[in-house]
């Protein structure tokens, strides 16, 4: 089964602070997502990355970049948490077709 | 902008009845997944429909698309508890190439079963 594992499944921050949020997959997927959830909102693309060190924005960028170094590990990355970034953060991959797979999420509270 | 839309958002379901949710979009697209969570969960895929008039069926549930009509349903046979949960359909919005992943959602369709 493929696996993506997300560093924290919750994780409480301070206003200001920089916040790491580490996703990793098992599965050699080229491609790799994060995607924040918020209540009547579904799910909305942050940033993608289709292949390492390649990353392209996604819906809503604003406030977050994204790191990949390897093949297997995305990470996205708040510079200066605010508080309207208290979301739950959802990594996937998938190969370049075919369906992909999500993580268990991340609980991100900023206060 | 791919405006994703599905209806209603909150399902409240009698143990044996049968409902429908909706999912309508706004431009061409032929790849349509519909996902069910669970509280505090992550997305389970359920269905994918990659073709006009597909249509899938798992269980009690069942999934059509209509590209003509950019309207996907989703639907629920005989509901039981066991189907509570959220249902999104996303809609995949990167057509130039087979790649997953660059998805539009919709906001969700709360479902909770009753006896």
């Known amino acids: 089964d493929v696996k993506v594992t997300q560093s924290s499944r919750y994780l409480v921050k301070r206003t200001g602070e920089k916040v790491f949020l580490e996703c990793v997959q098992d599965?050699?997927?080229?491609?790799m997502f994060w995607y924040r959830q918020d209540p009547g909102l579904g799910l909305r693309l942050i940033y993608f990355?289709?292949?390492?060190?390649?990353?392209e924005k996604g819906d809503i960028p604003e406030g977050y970049s994204v790191s990949r170094e390897k093949k297997e590990r995305f990470s996205l990355i708040l510079e200066s948490a605010s508080t309207n970034q208290t979301s739950m953060y959802l990594c996937?991959?998938?190969?370049?077709?075919?369906?992909?797979?999500f993580g268990p999420g991340t609980r991100l509270t900023v206060t | 902008e791919l405006k994703v839309e599905q209806n209603p958002l909150f399902l409240s379901m009698q143990e044996g009845k049968n409902y429908t949710i909706y999912c309508n979009y706004s431009?061409?697209?032929?790849?349509l997944y519909w996902y069910r969570q669970d509280p505090g969960k992550s997305l389970e895929s359920l269905f994918v429909l990659l073709s006009n008039g597909a249509v899938k069926q798992e269980g009690r549930l069942m999934a059509s698309l209509d590209t003509k009509a950019r309207l996907s349903t989703l639907h629920i046979t005989a509901a039981v508890h066991d189907l509570s949960a959220t249902y999104f359909c996303a809609v995949d919005i990167n057509l130039t190439t087979d790649s997953w992943g660059k998805l539009q959602f919709g906001a969700g369709t709360q479902v909770v079963v009753t006896p």
């Open positions: 990355s289709y292949d390492v060190k390649m990353k």
């Open positions: 431009t061409t697209s032929d790849r």
């Open positions: 599965m050699d997927h080229e491609n």
């Open positions: 996937a991959s998938s190969f370049s077709s075919g369906t992909g797979n």
